[in-house]
């Protein structure tokens, strides 16, 4: 999709630290990291959210690549924090389909933070 950053990362228009690319999606470090690691999962594909009619097989080729991003960035063993953030509650910015995966460091139990808490 034009003008969509994502889509222009998944093309290589825009640089990234690429850590994992497939025919069917691409892992690159977040430009803002949260957290030591902090790489997001990306389908070549343009969908705005995962409520965006993503078909199964996609769905489930972004989850399978978390693992291996996890062992290449060296966080399997420790652990990590996965997250899609999906629409405006949740501050989603790109509205490019990504999955968070984020790790390095301890964090705490909770994983939601309201924005009127
Ligand atoms: P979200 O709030 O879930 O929509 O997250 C969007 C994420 O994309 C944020 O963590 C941004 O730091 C990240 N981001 C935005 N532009 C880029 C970019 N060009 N390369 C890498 N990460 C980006
Ligand atoms: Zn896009």
Do not use: I, N, R, T
């Given at each position: 999709m034009a003008e969509c950053i994502f889509c222009m990362v998944a093309s290589g228009e825009i640089p990234a630290n690429v850590v994992y690319e497939d025919d069917m999606v691409v892992a690159f470090d977040d430009i803002?990291?949260?957290?030591?690691v902090h790489t997001l999962i990306i389908p070549r594909t343009h969908y705005a959210?995962?409520?965006?009619?993503?078909p199964d097989e996609l769905l489930g080729r972004l989850l399978a690549v978390v693992p291996k991003v996890a062992e290449s960035k060296g966080i399997a063993g420790s652990g990590y924090r996965v997250i899609i953030n999906t629409g405006k509650d949740a501050s989603q910015t790109v509205h490019h389909l990504h999955v968070h995966v984020i790790g390095g460091k301890p964090m705490s139990h909770g994983m939601v933070n309201f924005a009127d808490a």
């Open positions: 803002a990291p949260q957290g030591p959210h995962l409520g965006d009619d993503v």
